[in-house]
């Protein structure tokens, strides 16, 4: 089998360090030939050291200077900033972008790499939030194909092999409920961000760990979903599955169930995405059916998670209502992890940036860089209204 080469964009992270996992227990099918993170300079240093890419990419342009000095000498290139990673994406010595960074950061370089033809194994969901339209017409004409990392999206994309497309009846979406599935509306009022980061069952970053515990996260993967898929938003929908176990299910016209399940770990999905959909044997602990006698489901709160709505708005409306939710959603949870606003503050800060944005019914590319940069400014301005 040809040894394929990857870049990851976002190394340094939660879905980064588990994609280099693979690569080191699978050197005889995977390469890096690119590696790309934000800040972490020291990570990224040791991450190259590892797997000697051709280039590593640091987006902090102030730290280019020390990852030059460390790995430079050793024959491999660097570059900073968000061009940089951008014209990476256009390099002929690997065929597939693991889209690892979290945000508004993966948009650009998911469409540089579309229009390279490379594939894309996409974990950042941000980018089909953003910008699924777009993303969508640009690979009807394009050779590069998409495959989720996302467990829950990977889920579905795996009960949906072998499947005809008309036979679907629904996506369902499973949701852990996060830390605060069952606190009351008058005890979510006063929460901290170390109870917000405290999930239950799955290891993240600190911004997606946020939106699991306001449920935004399950919001876009709905938003994700209806472009990856092909469904309408009334046709999927999420419920609350505590386990974490069942990552997502496909229900078909005749009442049927699909379901896939597995150990909160995303070095399967990662794998799959990887394999091509193929399976390729690993080493973690495997699912043990007995482990899980009981399996609960529930609806969600929006009532107290109104965040979750957000989804079928964004997607009733179209055009740039789902970017400026992102964006403000970014400027929200950086200032609730700053100290600077509430954890129900968050909501209402995206109710307020959506207010006073400017809304695109057919946006190009560069409206969504507008959008994204007034939303986050006025996201900003509600925030200093609220304090």
């Given at each position: 089998?040809?040894?394929?080469?990857?870049?990851?964009?976002?190394?340094?992270?939660?879905?980064?360090?588990?994609?280099?996992?693979?690569?080191?227990?699978?050197?005889?099918?995977?390469?890096?030939?690119?590696?790309?993170?934000?800040?972490?300079?020291?990570?990224?240093?040791?991450?190259?050291?590892?797997?000697?890419?051709?280039?590593?990419?640091?987006?902090?342009?102030?730290?280019?200077?020390?990852?030059?000095?460390?790995?430079?000498?050793?024959?491999?290139?660097?570059?900073?900033?968000?061009?940089?990673?951008?014209?990476?994406?256009?390099?002929?010595?690997?065929?597939?972008?693991?889209?690892?960074?979290?945000?508004?950061?993966?948009?650009?370089?998911?469409?540089?790499?579309?229009?390279?033809?490379?594939?894309?194994?996409?974990?950042?969901?941000?980018?089909?939030?953003?910008?699924?339209?777009?993303?969508?017409?640009?690979?009807?004409?394009?050779?590069?194909?998409?495959?989720?990392?996302?467990?829950?999206?990977?889920?579905?994309?795996?009960?949906?092999?072998?499947?005809?497309p008309e036979t679907v009846d629904r996506l369902i979406i499973t949701?852990?409920?996060?830390?605060?599935?069952?606190?009351?509306?008058?005890?979510?009022?006063?929460?901290?961000?170390?109870?917000?980061?405290?999930?239950?069952?799955?290891?993240?970053?600190?911004?997606?760990?946020?939106?699991?515990?306001?449920?935004?996260?399950?919001?876009?993967?709905?938003?994700?979903?209806?472009?990856?898929?092909?469904?309408?938003?009334?046709?999927?929908?999420?419920?609350?599955?505590?386990?974490?176990?069942?990552?997502?299910?496909?229900?078909?016209?005749?009442?049927?169930?699909?379901?896939?399940?597995?150990?909160?770990?995303?070095?399967?999905?990662?794998?799959?995405?990887?394999?091509?959909?193929?399976?390729?044997?690993?080493?973690?602990?495997?699912?043990?059916?007995?482990?899980?006698?009981?399996?609960?489901?529930?609806?969600?709160?929006?009532?107290?998670?109104?965040?979750?709505?957000?989804?079928?708005?964004?997607?009733?409306?179209?055009?740039?209502?789902?970017?400026?939710?992102?964006?403000?959603?970014?400027?929200?949870?950086?200032?609730?992890?700053?100290?600077?606003?509430?954890?129900?503050?968050?909501?209402?800060?995206?109710?307020?940036?959506?207010?006073?944005?400017?809304?695109?019914?057919?946006?190009?590319?560069?409206?969504?860089?507008?959008i994204n940069a007034e939303a986050r400014a006025k996201a900003a301005?509600?925030?200093?209204?609220?304090?």
């Amino acid at each position: 089998m040809q040894k394929k080469h990857i870049a990851v964009i976002g190394s340094t992270g939660s879905i980064g360090t588990q994609t280099l996992d693979i690569v080191a227990q699978r050197p005889d099918r995977f390469g890096v030939s690119v590696l790309a993170a934000g800040s972490n300079v020291s990570k990224l240093t040791e991450q190259a050291l590892a797997h000697r890419p051709e280039l590593a990419i640091i987006a902090d342009e102030s730290k280019l200077p020390a990852l030059k000095e460390a790995l430079e000498p050793h024959g491999i290139a660097t570059a900073a900033g968000s061009k940089a990673l951008a014209d990476a994406m256009e390099l002929d010595s690997f065929s597939t972008v693991v889209t690892a960074t979290v945000g508004y950061s993966g948009l650009e370089p998911t469409i540089r790499a579309i229009r390279a033809g490379k594939d894309i194994a996409l974990a950042n969901k941000e980018t089909l939030v953003v910008a699924g339209e777009l993303i969508t017409r640009m690979l009807s004409t394009s050779t590069s194909s998409i495959l989720p990392v996302d467990s829950e999206h990977s889920a579905i994309y795996q009960c949906l092999v072998g499947e005809i497309p008309e036979t679907v009846d629904r996506l369902i979406i499973t949701a852990s409920g996060g830390p605060f599935r069952t606190r009351s509306p008058k005890e979510l009022q006063n929460v901290t961000v170390a109870d917000a980061l405290n999930h239950p069952n799955w290891n993240m970053g600190n911004k997606i760990t946020i939106d699991s515990a306001t449920m935004l996260n399950k919001a876009f993967e709905i938003i994700e979903a209806r472009w990856l898929f092909g469904i309408p938003a009334e046709r999927i929908e999420a419920v609350v599955h505590p386990q974490s176990i069942v990552h997502s299910m496909v229900q078909f016209r005749d009442g049927a169930v699909k379901a896939q399940l597995g150990i909160p770990d995303m070095h399967l999905p990662i794998r799959y995405a990887l394999g091509d959909a193929t399976r390729i044997d690993a080493p973690e602990r495997r699912l043990g059916i007995a482990d899980y006698a009981t399996l609960t489901f529930e609806r969600p709160d929006t009532e107290r998670f109104p965040c979750l709505n957000l989804a079928y708005r964004a997607l009733a409306e179209g055009g740039t209502i789902a970017c400026a939710v992102n964006a403000a959603n970014e400027v929200a949870v950086a200032s609730f992890l700053a100290g600077e606003i509430r954890f129900l503050d968050i909501y209402r800060v995206i109710e307020k940036t959506l207010d006073t944005t400017s809304f695109i019914a057919t946006p190009t590319y560069d409206d969504y860089v507008a959008i994204n940069a007034e939303a986050r400014a006025k996201a900003a301005e509600a925030i200093k209204t609220l304090n």
